[in-house]
């Protein structure tokens, strides 16, 4: 895939409405992200809050009448907890966070016999961003999630990316794992992990990937670097996935690329039991759109 | 040319300027014998240090002219040890050898900061060239006797010794194995990890001048069938030229293995000091000790 709109296209062509719970629908973004997938038919939006509250929204008279709910629960941590239920129990495939801090909405998806992630499971984020600059969409991960990723947590990161990547009709992706160099040093930690965990694809060990690392961007997504530095790599700078060392490296690199490269994204928590979409306030309609649209790819994937 | 037998290297010495032995007391009939027959055998010069009266008496007994020598007169074991130490850092000899002293004392002489033979931060290491019977080629591993666990960097300068010993036998390119309890990357063994983290370090020509594969258990290593059923492609499995061991009980029991049963021949060196140290052990054959001979002034 080029671009995120053909994301939407595919989830369009599912034929059918993802069931999004929504916890604390009360921001005009997230209203309007849902107004147009459920105008375009491919969602059906579950809008748990202040039934006031939301009707006081101008986009919530975007919704298309009849195909949407609305759950009148006005106070946050029932609304949370009860968005967060229909998820787990069936009765909706997706939860979307609305206005509601992340820490309230996380420790809610996390607690141990209400929430949606599985016993031991390594809880991350991968988005798909979509640039100008590159010939494909690039999948990075961890963006926000994840500090400072083990060896166990880097290997969950990229599985999660991998599925996501086959989601996308990318068939067998290219995960590159990113540092400074390319070279193996115990000066830097994250490179050793790099070398166990490329020799540890090369051993079918993960699999469904073409993994290599240490590398550094350049290397990773310019096949004219590899040559001027003489490295050889299976990824021969191509890269679908790019694992970043920590959270700091994820995250600069993808806002610098947002506001400087007319870079466009859509993200999802990864390894819970179903697609959770958490973007920040700040985030556009446009984004949330193209999250939803993910989401409803990622539950087909399951 | 590409030495595939041990023999081999007394033709290699033949050919070449005579390359000078130090010998710290060897007051010995075995180290003295072994000195003798390189020396007859044409393949290197003989420097002995020790006590004169008696390395005359030994040359007697045994029939050896001591006009085969140079004899440098030094009455005890920790001095002729500095003696010959002093005598390569002059310049006065290319390569040590190990007579009736003891290893300690021996490789003291070889560390001693100020008049010993290490460069700064150079790591010292044992290196074994072995003709296995039933293997194509000749086999070089380490460490069998110095280190007992080594490191990552440790590691990778015995890697680079091996590389070095090959490539000085003619090896173009040679293969190394780096044995681990399996060919999975299993991080929580060390053997594994440290394999993995060294054979990427080769793909990024941290590690120069040989094809490198690791993790790889024993077996894959020295047999190709063994590697097809497991499904391993590297051209290292089954025509390993180098093997580098975990640690020094798998390269000693290796080692040792080879000798008592299988009857291989086999020589060491010590590598990492300025130059090529020979280490052999009074239970070690004749033939080892001369072919031991043979590879220092190779290396020298």
């Given at each position: 895939m080029k671009s995120l709109n053909e994301i939407v296209v595919k989830a369009k062509a599912l034929g059918k409405k993802t069931r999004v719970a929504v916890a604390v629908a009360e921001d005009s973004n997230t209203l309007g992200a849902l107004a147009r997938a459920a105008n375009e038919g491919f969602v059906y939006p579950i809008l748990i809050g202040s039934l006031q509250r939301i009707k006081s929204l101008?986009?919530?008279?975007?919704l298309p009448p009849g195909a949407y709910q609305i759950i009148d629960i006005p106070d946050q941590d029932k609304a949370t907890k009860e968005a967060v239920r229909m998820v787990k129990s069936g009765e909706a495939d997706v939860l979307m966070k609305g206005l509601i801090g992340t820490d309230k909405f996380l420790k809610e998806v996390l607690n141990k016999s209400r929430g949606l992630l599985p016993p031991k499971a390594v809880m991350s984020y991968t988005c798909a961003l979509e640039l100008p600059a590159y010939h494909k969409l690039l999948l990075i991960s961890d963006t926000a999630v994840l500090p400072n990723p083990d060896l166990k947590s880097k290997i969950a990161m990229i599985n999660y990316s991998v599925r996501m990547a086959n989601a996308l009709d990318i068939v067998k992706p290219k995960v590159a794992l990113i540092s400074a160099t390319e070279k193996v040093s115990e000066a830097m930690p994250n490179t050793i992990d790099y070398a166990l965990i490329s020799k540890m694809a090369q051993r079918g060990?993960?699999?469904?990937c073409i993994v290599d690392g240490p590398l550094d961007v350049f290397l990773a997504c310019d096949p004219s670097s590899l040559a001027v530095k003489g490295v050889q790599s299976p990824i021969a700078g191509d890269a679908d996935i790019l694992i970043f060392p920590n959270l700091e490296t994820a995250n600069a690199f993808y806002k610098g690329l947002m506001l400087f490269a007319k870079g466009e994204l859509a993200g999802l928590i990864q390894g819970t039991s179903k697609p959770v979409i958490v973007m920040s306030r700040s985030e556009s309609e446009n984004s949330k759109y193209y999250c939803i649209a993910l989401s409803c790819l990622m539950k087909e994937e399951r | 040319m590409e030495i595939r037998k041990l023999d081999q290297m007394f033709e290699v010495l033949k050919s070449q300027a005579k390359k000078r032995l130090i010998a710290a007391w060897a007051i010995d009939a075995h180290t003295i014998m072994a000195v003798n027959d390189a020396v007859e055998m044409n393949i290197i010069q003989g420097i002995l240090v020790g006590d004169e009266p008696r390395i005359k008496a030994v040359c007697a007994e045994h029939g050896i002219d001591p006009a085969n020598f140079s004899i440098i007169h030094v009455d005890n074991d920790a001095a002729a040890a500095a003696k010959a130490v002093e005598m390569i850092n002059a310049g006065e000899g290319d390569f040590l050898m190990k007579g009736l002293l003891s290893t300690d004392r021996y490789m003291r002489a070889i560390l001693n900061k100020e008049h010993g033979l290490m460069n700064p931060g150079a790591i010292l290491s044992h290196v074994t060239v072995a003709e296995p019977k039933t293997y194509h080629k000749l086999l070089i591993f380490g460490d069998v006797a110095i280190i007992p666990l080594p490191d990552l960097k440790q590691k990778v300068a015995i890697t680079n010794y091996l590389i070095k010993v090959a490539k000085l036998l003619g090896i173009t390119t040679p293969k190394v194995g780096l044995q681990a309890?399996?060919?999975?990357?299993?991080?929580?063994?060390p053997s594994c990890a440290d394999a993995a983290i060294i054979s990427k370090m080769a793909d990024r020509?941290?590690?120069?001048g040989a094809i490198i594969e690791g993790p790889l258990g024993f077996d894959l290593i020295i047999d190709k069938e063994s590697a097809q059923i497991k499904g391993m492609k590297s051209e290292v499995c089954g025509d390993a030229d180098c093997i580098l061991f975990p640690n020094i009980e798998a390269g000693n029991v290796f080692y040792k293995t080879l000798v008592k049963l299988c009857g291989s021949e086999l020589c060491a060196i010590v590598m990492g000091a300025r130059v090529p140290c020979v280490l052999t052990s009074r239970g070690d054959t004749e033939r080892s000790k001369l072919y031991s001979i043979a590879l220092a002034a190779i290396l020298a």
């Open positions: 101008p986009e919530a008279e975007a060990q993960i699999k469904g | 309890a399996s060919e999975q990357t299993l991080p929580k063994i020509g941290q590690i120069k």
